[in-house]
């Protein structure tokens, strides 16, 4: 079936280095993603999103990159820092955007 | 209120008893999702409200899990004769019309099968 997964269970990144998290898709019709961070105890909290009509987009330290052609988006954190330390999810919406489908995530663990 | 609400924030249950989990959306967001997360994985999506109605109950695990919302605003998920493999967190979320925007979670409720 249509899913959202993820490469890397596990990332570990230096403090001030930029980190990479990626996620892969399925359906080539999905037009809406967005990015989720869940730190210990708390519900996910929004970070970014990106429509298929563009090909990067950009907030505060992070960067979103999505490749329609290999169904391929990433999640870029520049200078990295402790706060950072999370599961992130990437998430697409389904079924007439009734359904959003979660990943299993990939825990950002920061070294100081 | 400024966020959604879930209760209680911890449930502690002895298998075959029923619970209700609740969530208290955020107001005027007329779409709420519930979400279960195992510990260490992903969200496993439950169902989906629209106003009150539930257009998509596919993720319910089985016949002993139900849900439902009054008003537009508080739902409730109900799980009856727990079983051990229920324990989970139960995430809720909401958001203005649905799924082709951000969700706003709750901090979901944890739940604990003995």
């Known amino acids: 079936g249509e899913s959202v997964g993820l490469h890397l269970p596990t990332l570990s990144v230096q403090e001030g280095d930029n980190s990479i998290i990626n996620c892969a898709y399925s359906?080539?019709?999905?037009?809406?993603f967005i990015w989720y961070k869940q730190e210990s105890g708390k519900g996910p909290q929004f970070i970014i999103d990106i429509r298929s009509n563009m090909d990067k987009r950009q907030g505060q330290r992070v960067t979103v990159l999505l490749n329609k052609t290999v169904k391929h988006l990433s999640l870029q954190i520049a200078a990295t820092q402790p706060g950072d330390s999370a599961v992130y999810f990437c998430?697409?919406?389904?079924?007439?955007?009734?359904?959003?489908?979660f990943g299993t995530g990939t825990k950002l663990q920061v070294i100081p | 209120g400024a966020g959604v609400s879930q209760s209680p924030s911890n449930k502690v249950t002895e298998k075959g008893k029923d619970v209700e989990l609740r969530c208290d959306p955020i107001?005027?967001?007329?779409?709420l999702y519930w979400y279960r997360q195992s510990l260490g994985q992903g969200l496993e999506f439950l169902i989906y409200f629209q106003g009150n109605s539930a257009p998509d109950k596919s993720g319910l695990p089985s016949d002993r899990f139900s849900a439902e919302r009054t008003g537009g605003s508080v739902s409730t998920l109900t799980i009856q004769r727990t079983q051990q493999e229920d324990s989970a967190v139960y995430l809720c979320?909401?958001?203005?019309?649905?799924?082709?925007?951000?969700?706003?979670f709750g901090s979901g409720t944890q739940l604990s099968v003995l």
């Open positions: 107001s005027g967001h007329t779409a």
């Open positions: 979320a909401s958001s203005w019309t649905g799924g082709n925007e951000k969700l706003f």
């Open positions: 998430a697409e919406p389904s079924g007439g955007y009734q359904k959003v489908t």
């Open positions: 359906n080539s019709a999905s037009d809406y």
